[in-house]
């Protein structure tokens, strides 16, 4: 778990510095920052490579989850070391490919009218609103990689948790259950938080309203999440919550 974990932290990491330094730039000047189109393109490559990146690694996760839960007695037998790379390789490697080719369509696109983009950083469709181009093929090929990086991950992860669900259910003793259940509790509010946000964000219909407000809801996953993901694993790490105790009480301590 902790293999996985530290690839989704280091994912994590590069996903957030991809947008949040550019956001702050373009705050302090008053929303009137500039990026180059190139500039736009990789900041835009980044984003989808590492977001999706996020959803693969959230899904081995969750497979993790179900193997340590419902099929224990396999689990070290199973999840071994080569078993863990094929996962991570899988992760880092398809969505770097999956991601690629949007990229290369977008910049074969003509864009001769306003260069102004309606959001805080790249995205997919504040980016085809400025092209004067047939953007179809782009929409099409977006949608393709959505269904294979975004729903189906979600799906999988969706279907480990109803197997999981019910082996806590079958246990007998309710210590047992809520032990069990605290193993996978993390992961799953993280699983919530990403996929519900990405979902709302990229079926709601573009216009004046909705595009406010997923710039609020981009910001759960782009910024809320990343900072969220080692408080909400952390904090069920026993040394960890042990040197915040041994902190807390030097405090307590120092006050008097």
Known sequence: MYIFLSNLSLSDMMFSTN???NMFTFILKDGEGTISFNGCLSQFYFYGFLGSTECFL????????????????????IMNLNLQKQFIAFSWITSSVVTLFPVILLHQLQFCGPNVIDHFFCDLAPVLELSCSDTSIVKTETLVSSIFVVLLPFLFIISTYVRIIRTILRIQSTQGRQKTFSTCSSHLVIVCTYFLTIITVYSIPSNPYSSTANKIRSLLYIVATPLFNPIIYSLRN???????SEIYTTLKKMQF
């Open 19 to 21: 947008i949040v330094p």
């Open 58 to 77: 959230l899904s081995v996760m969750s497979y993790d989850r179900y193997l340590a839960i419902c099929d224990p007695l396999h689990y070290y037998s």
């Open 238 to 244: 026993k040394e960890i919550n042990m040197t915040l």
